[in-house]
Protein backbone atom coordinates (compact mmCIF):
# COMPACT_ATOMS: atom_id res chain seq x y z
CA UNK A 1 0.00 0.00 0.00
CA UNK A 2 1.14 3.84 -0.54
CA UNK A 3 2.42 5.80 1.99
CA UNK A 4 2.10 9.06 1.96
CA UNK A 5 4.39 12.49 3.53
CA UNK A 6 3.48 16.00 3.12
CA UNK A 7 6.12 18.82 3.47
CA UNK A 8 6.51 22.33 2.93
CA UNK A 9 4.08 24.12 5.38
CA UNK A 10 5.30 26.83 7.46
CA UNK A 11 4.36 30.40 8.62
CA UNK A 12 3.14 33.10 6.29
CA UNK A 13 1.75 36.56 6.06
CA UNK A 14 -1.33 36.71 4.17
CA UNK A 15 -0.74 37.31 0.60
CA UNK A 16 2.33 34.96 0.35
CA UNK A 17 2.69 31.71 -1.13
CA UNK A 18 3.55 28.39 -0.32
CA UNK A 19 4.00 25.24 -2.25
CA UNK A 20 3.11 21.84 -0.05
CA UNK A 21 4.45 18.55 -1.69
CA UNK A 22 3.23 14.73 -1.46
CA UNK A 23 5.50 12.55 -1.29
CA UNK A 24 4.21 8.93 -2.32
CA UNK A 25 6.44 5.74 -1.56
CA UNK A 26 5.50 1.83 -1.03
CA UNK A 27 3.57 1.74 -4.88
CA UNK A 28 3.16 3.66 -7.83
CA UNK A 29 1.12 7.15 -7.87
CA UNK A 30 -0.32 6.75 -11.13
CA UNK A 31 -2.37 4.10 -9.47
CA UNK A 32 -4.33 7.11 -7.10
CA UNK A 33 -6.33 9.94 -7.58
CA UNK A 34 -5.48 12.02 -5.07
CA UNK A 35 -6.63 15.20 -3.09
CA UNK A 36 -5.54 17.84 -0.69
CA UNK A 37 -7.63 18.42 2.76
CA UNK A 38 -7.09 20.27 5.64
CA UNK A 39 -8.38 20.69 8.94
CA UNK A 40 -8.41 24.08 11.01
CA UNK A 41 -8.07 23.65 14.83
CA UNK A 42 -11.58 23.04 16.18
CA UNK A 43 -13.47 22.42 12.94
CA UNK A 44 -13.98 19.41 10.30
CA UNK A 45 -11.28 18.47 8.02
CA UNK A 46 -12.70 19.72 4.63
CA UNK A 47 -11.70 19.13 0.96
CA UNK A 48 -9.47 21.45 -1.02
CA UNK A 49 -8.50 19.71 -4.81
CA UNK A 50 -8.10 16.88 -6.01
CA UNK A 51 -7.13 15.10 -9.48
CA UNK A 52 -8.14 11.93 -10.82
CA UNK A 53 -5.24 9.11 -11.70
CA UNK A 54 -6.42 8.86 -15.42
CA UNK A 55 -6.71 12.07 -17.15
CA UNK A 56 -5.49 14.89 -14.65
CA UNK A 57 -9.00 16.47 -14.17
CA UNK A 58 -9.13 18.30 -11.22
CA UNK A 59 -11.57 19.60 -8.58
CA UNK A 60 -11.09 22.85 -6.03
CA UNK A 61 -13.39 24.25 -3.23
CA UNK A 62 -14.68 27.20 -3.92
CA UNK A 63 -13.03 29.46 -1.07
CA UNK A 64 -9.50 28.19 -3.16
CA UNK A 65 -10.30 28.33 -6.61
CA UNK A 66 -8.42 30.90 -8.62
CA UNK A 67 -5.75 31.02 -5.90
CA UNK A 68 -4.62 27.29 -5.48
CA UNK A 69 -3.40 24.82 -8.18
CA UNK A 70 -3.03 20.92 -7.68
CA UNK A 71 -0.75 18.98 -9.79
CA UNK A 72 0.80 15.32 -9.96
CA UNK A 73 4.36 14.18 -10.92
CA UNK A 74 3.65 10.76 -11.61
CA UNK A 75 7.60 10.42 -12.53
CA UNK A 76 8.74 11.41 -9.28
CA UNK A 77 5.57 9.82 -7.20
CA UNK A 78 4.79 13.49 -6.04
CA UNK A 79 1.81 15.70 -6.22
CA UNK A 80 2.15 19.08 -5.40
CA UNK A 81 0.00 22.00 -4.45
CA UNK A 82 0.98 25.86 -5.24
CA UNK A 83 -0.70 27.96 -2.57
CA UNK A 84 -1.29 31.56 -4.24
CA UNK A 85 -2.48 35.04 -2.20
CA UNK A 86 -3.14 33.23 1.09
CA UNK A 87 -5.39 34.56 3.22
CA UNK A 88 -5.70 34.16 7.14
CA UNK A 89 -8.37 31.58 6.88
CA UNK A 90 -6.37 29.28 4.99
CA UNK A 91 -4.41 28.25 8.55
CA UNK A 92 -4.87 24.69 8.83
CA UNK A 93 -3.17 21.20 8.84
CA UNK A 94 -3.19 20.41 5.06
CA UNK A 95 -3.07 16.49 4.63
CA UNK A 96 -2.86 14.31 1.52
CA UNK A 97 -4.93 11.89 0.51
CA UNK A 98 -4.81 8.79 -2.12
CA UNK A 99 -8.26 6.54 -3.58
CA UNK A 100 -7.45 3.77 -6.11
CA UNK A 101 -10.77 4.68 -7.73
CA UNK A 102 -10.55 6.94 -11.18
CA UNK A 103 -13.26 9.15 -9.72
CA UNK A 104 -12.58 11.92 -7.45
CA UNK A 105 -13.93 12.01 -4.41
CA UNK A 106 -14.88 15.38 -2.19
CA UNK A 107 -15.39 13.80 0.66
CA UNK A 108 -12.49 12.81 2.94
CA UNK A 109 -14.79 9.05 3.42
CA UNK A 110 -13.60 8.73 -0.07
CA UNK A 111 -9.96 8.21 0.53
CA UNK A 112 -8.15 4.83 1.86
CA UNK A 113 -4.67 6.51 2.75
CA UNK A 114 -3.35 9.78 3.95
CA UNK A 115 -0.52 11.49 5.42
CA UNK A 116 0.25 12.44 8.53
CA UNK A 117 -0.02 16.54 7.71
CA UNK A 118 1.57 19.40 7.50
CA UNK A 119 1.04 23.30 9.25
CA UNK A 120 0.23 25.98 7.09
CA UNK A 121 0.00 29.39 9.01
CA UNK A 122 -1.38 32.62 7.49
CA UNK A 123 -0.48 35.79 9.92
CA UNK A 124 -2.40 38.89 8.61
Known amino acids: QVQLVESGGGLVQAGDSLRLSCAAS????????MGWFRQAQGKEREFVAA????????AYSGSVKGRFTISRDNATNSMYLQMNRLKEEDTAVYFC?????????????????WGQGTQVTVSP
Open 97 to 113: AARLSFAISLTSTGYEY
Open 26 to 33: GDTLRRYS
Open 51 to 58: VTKSDGRT
